[in-house]
């Protein structure tokens, strides 16, 4: 059998990518919650939409999500290939070339914002569009080399697909879409910094200045906890704002009190030694479940109120 | 090129152009479907 070997990230790669490689450059997986949360946006939003344009809008927007991951990697494949976690990607493993990459990312995005705008309206393609550039040149081009901060900023990028959902239905853009986003954009900085405390070295490696790296483990340890809080808030707030019922909030409370202990446990830890550090994988694992939770509670409780 | 190194590139370039045939005609069933469900819609209104 003959096995073809390809050249480094760095030198020239002729062979034709594997049509399974531009699926793996959309990073399917971190797709799932982008698409979950998008349709939970859309299924909350007052208003009925067709189902084959429910089907399309959400369907755009984890084409726009794909697009945003290609042009990421497209951007970071020489740090890619340093770190362990990302160095079997097609690009850092020599498998596609970069500018295949380049083309298959700017040619998503186009078609996801025409196709949403067309299907459903062009506010939310508008949305769409604003959150591939703020994902691809806010976050990984400008913040995400520069600043520790930056996947609190960046963090807004992952939180528009419950707006764009919502705005598929209705044009516009109101209260619980917006607290639906603060929701991820203040749930991000946990979710992200419980991960990259136990894959420090790899971004220690590869020279991105994430807050372990920069400022230590206490300090990131006291930033989950403290951005935990705001979150806790965040989550609070759509039943606060009497946007959503008791479903969402009894939901909610008991969610949120089960992520402050886990997050705690991370603070109180004082483990350097990142294959030791289970509270920071629990934590990170349930943060996922925990925005699939909240997501389908949200939901739940809109359609019981209808 | 070595003739396996060839077939294989040529396999590879086979499955791209299938998959790419395929979503294409997926497309054409897509924007028929989303032209036909604006059209109801429309008439709803």
Redesign the interface.
């Given at each position: 059998m003959?096995t073809?070997t390809f050249a480094h990230a760095h030198s020239q790669v002729h062979?034709?990518a594997?049509?399974r490689d531009f699926v793996a450059l959309t990073k399917p997986r971190v797709m799932t919650l982008v698409v979950f949360t998008g349709l939970c946006g859309l299924l909350a939003a007052p208003g009925a939409i067709?189902?084959?344009?429910a089907f399309?809008a959400i369907?755009s927007i984890a084409l726009g999500a794909g697009a945003a991951a290609a042009l990421n990697q497209w951007y970071e494949a020489d740090i890619d290939a340093r770190m362990k976690r990302t160095a079997n990607r097609p690009l850092p493993a020599g498998r596609m070339d970069r500018q295949s990459a380049l083309h298959f990312g700017v040619g998503l995005s186009f078609f996801s914002v025409l196709l949403l705008g067309?299907?459903t309206n062009w506010f939310a393609a508008a949305v769409l569009a604003v959150s591939i550039l703020f994902y691809v040149l806010v976050y990984t081009i400008w913040l995400k080399p520069r600043t520790p901060q930056n996947i609190v900023i960046g963090g807004a990028a992952g939180a528009f697909p419950p707006v764009i959902g919502w705005a598929a239905v209705t044009g516009d853009v109101s209260a619980l879409p917006v607290a639906l986003f603060m929701l991820i954009f203040f749930w991000t900085p946990p979710h992200f910094w419980a991960l990259a405390l136990f894959v420090r070295p790899d971004y220690a490696a590869a020279g991105i200045p994430m807050l372990p790296v920069v400022s230590g483990e206490v300090a990131t340890r006291r930033q989950i906890w403290l951005y935990t809080a705001i979150m806790a808030v965040a989550a609070l707030a759509p039943v606060l704002l009497n946007l959503t019922g008791l479903v969402y909030g009894t939901v909610a409370l008991i969610g949120t009190a089960v992520f402050a202990v886990l997050a705690f446990q991370v603070y109180r830890n004082h483990e350097l030694d990142p294959a030791r550090m289970r509270p920071e994988r629990r934590l990170f694992k349930y943060s996922i479940l925990y925005l699939f939770i909240l997501f389908g509670a949200i939901v739940a409780d809109r359609w019981m109120l209808a | 090129m070595t003739p396996d190194e060839e077939k294989l590139v040529r396999a590879r370039q086979k499955s791209r152009a299938i998959v790419t045939a395929v979503l294409l005609a997926a497309l054409v069933v897509l924007f028929y479907a989303i032209t036909i469900a604006k059209i109801s819609s429309s008439h709803a209104i």
């Open positions: 003959t073809l062979w034709p594997h049509w067709h189902p084959v344009l399309t369907l067309m299907a | -």
